[in-house]
């Protein structure tokens, strides 16, 4: 009986982690193909994980005008009608509103003024098919056609719900009679509208996403959708992902003797003043001499490969302890970089050396719960910047997952910061923490293994 042969398509450094790396592709008896624009060393990276029968580049895709149109026009109008649908406004933030050149801000003009006679739901997907079509006509979907045909894969298995090449690389692929399957990115995903591919069928983390998913994309039949967990956070449970601790101690400089606060960043998109939060929790621990007690961990959101915080960093150099991601930088665009195996390493092991996560609204509180380790979410603006309010991050949809607001601790004003630091090591409300991750991922025992029985 001959092996059964999946096509991996990873487009990002957040696939190669969650699915490369864990257990979801090791020891299996298919046949495993990458179908990739990684460079060399990305690949000499995942081959040390993933036992690979063959790499196939893809082609080069240049998104011609019509396709865009469609695409961003689709965007904009299933915000529109997502937002309508949930009642709530927020989900309107999603759309893209900044951008450089005067024919883009021209393009997308045009795009948000032809939105506003998508009127109904089947307006929406009538536009789907036009966006179909017109992939069917370019030159990479035909170029994938032959790709598809020469290597012959059973399945294609696509980690990245919104990639850009994915909705023609799918296209040819069902439209040859080939199996396709796709996971849902990131718990935030959905209300996005960035579902930009038609799979056979569709991963998601817990019924809670299936649901949603449900309510915002009801042309989607239910046996389509199924229920399979997130690897991501099996990482947690393999102690061998543990860093010694004198090993981890020694090459970050932390003391034994205090207790590890860690930072975690956001985006600049997301929370545009961390830095400004960050060094809001340096001070109050310093000003009261409470960093005979506390370190203060700092370790950026991996895409976010900015300066913002070098200032913060020099003010506080006694108090504040980088640990950057260990990711591969080559490219300086974000869906390029991607992390090493060692990172997964470092990222356990700060969870589990350290005492508490302080951040804005970040699934770092579930990486830290697996643990039972608390986490503190920031809930107060920064007084001088009127232009953005963390009141928005909290009002997103994938928040009202959340059972109550006491699954994590709130730091409500400046000067509320070290109270709730103080109660949140002193009554981490680990159940609680715990009760909001089983909605979110299902809590689901070995996804790796559920999603490989599905492919």
Excluded at 17 to 40: C, E, G, P, R
Excluded at 104 to 123: I, S
Excluded at 445 to 454: A, C, G, L, T, Y
């Amino acid at each position: 009986m001959s092996r059964k042969k999946i096509l991996l398509f990873v487009p990002d450094g957040v696939g190669i982690k969650n699915y490369l790396y864990s257990k979801t592709f090791q020891n299996v008896s298919a046949s495993l193909s990458l179908f990739h624009n990684f460079d060399n060393d990305t690949i000499s990276q995942i081959e040390k994980e993933v036992s690979l029968d063959a790499k196939i580049e893809i082609p080069i895709y240049l998104e011609g005008i019509w396709e865009k149109f469609l695409r961003e026009l689709i965007h904009v109008s299933r915000i529109k009608y997502n937002a309508k649908k949930v009642n709530n406004p927020i989900i309107l933030d999603f759309r893209k509103r900044r951008h450089k050149g005067l024919k883009l801000k021209l393009f997308y003009t045009v795009v948000t003024f032809t939105a506003n006679f998508v009127v109904g739901y089947r307006t929406i997907l009538n536009l789907e098919k036009r966006y179909d079509k017109a992939l069917r006509n370019t030159k990479f979907y035909n170029e994938v056609c032959v790709i598809l045909k020469n290597h012959n894969p059973d399945s294609v298995f696509c980690t990245h719900q919104r990639a850009l090449k994915a909705p023609a690389i799918f296209a040819a692929a069902m439209d040859l009679g080939i199996e396709t399957t796709t996971v849902i990115y990131s718990w935030d995903n959905i209300p996005k509208a960035r579902l930009a591919l038609k799979a056979d069928v569709y991963l998601a983390w817990s019924q809670y996403m299936k649901e949603e998913l449900q309510v915002f994309y009801p042309e989607i039949s239910s046996d389509k959708i199924k229920v399979t967990g997130t690897p991501q956070f099996e990482f947690y449970k393999d102690k061998s992902n543990i860093i010694e601790k004198d090993i981890f101690f020694k090459k970050y400089r932390l003391d034994d003797n205090k207790k590890i606060i860690c930072f975690s960043g956001d985006d600049a998109l997301t929370s545009p003043y961390d830095p400004e939060y960050l060094n809001d929790i340096a001070s109050a621990i310093v000003a009261v001499g409470m960093d005979r007690e506390y370190q203060l961990v700092f370790r950026r959101c991996p895409v976010d490969i900015s300066d913002r915080y070098d200032w913060v960093l020099k003010k506080f150099p006694n108090i504040l302890i980088e640990m950057p991601p260990l990711w591969n930088y080559n490219s300086r665009i974000w869906s390029a970089v991607y992390p090493t195996y060692e990172d997964v390493k470092l990222l356990v092991s700060l969870a589990y050396y350290g005492d508490l996560v302080i951040n804005v609204g970040s699934t770092m509180a579930f990486d830290f719960g697996m643990f039972n380790k608390p986490c503190i979410y920031i809930n107060y603006d920064i007084e001088e910047n009127k232009d953005w309010s963390v009141e928005k991050v909290y009002r997103y949809p994938h928040f009202k997952s959340m059972p109550s607001q006491n699954v994590v601790h709130w730091i409500h004003s400046k000067n509320g910061i070290l109270d709730t630091i103080q109660k949140a090591l002193e009554q981490p409300s680990i159940s609680k923490i715990n009760d909001w991750y089983e909605i979110v991922t299902g809590n689901i025992e070995e996804p790796s293994k559920k999603i490989i029985k599905e492919l």
